[in-house]
């Protein structure tokens, strides 16, 4: 980024490289989303609607299967570059609180109608979308 002295506006102008479209970058650049979920906003059909709503977005084979049923502990940054990220539940209750790494059949195109679906069941404050 400079300062555009040659035109005599003293706008700022900026090179680059390479440009990509914003949801490229975003499937290239994402690393996960993560879900804050708490008890007390937690319904438990919510479970089942998450489910719904990842199986739209997943490359999921068989969408019986519950998304905590092959779930890992949330210790490792996966990446992969098959265009989907890994979705992480931190869940909260009285006294307790954890995170988990939905398995691997459970990973998520990032779409808008996704983090908007997401953000709608479960509130804009408790959806993160996280980028290396």
């Known amino acids: 980024m400079s300062i ?3 035109s005599g506006n003293s706008q700022l102008q ?5 440009l990509i479209s914003f949801k490229d970058a975003r499937q290239q650049y994402v ?4 879900l804050n979920l708490h008890e007390e906003n937690l319904p438990v059909e919510s479970l089942q609607i998450l489910q719904g709503i990842l199986a739209e977005y997943s490359d999921c084979a068989n969408d019986s299967a519950s998304p905590f049923q092959n779930a ?3 210790n490792a940054d996966h990446n992969s570059h098959d265009n989907t990220c ?3 539940v931190n ?3 009285r006294g ?9 059949q459970w990973r998520v195109h990032v779409e808008d109608e996704l983090l908007h679906k997401l953000r709608e069941q479960y509130g804009a404050n408790h ?3 996280n980028y290396r």
């Open 91 to 93: 869940y909260s209750r």
């Open 96 to 104: 307790v609180s954890g995170s988990i790494l939905l398995g691997k």
């Open 86 to 88: 890994d979705v992480v």
């Open 4 to 6: 555009d002295e040659y």
């Open 127 to 129: 959806i993160r979308v």
């Open 14 to 18: 900026i090179r680059a490289r390479k």
């Open 31 to 34: 690393r996960n989303i993560t």
């Open 72 to 74: 890992t502990n949330h």
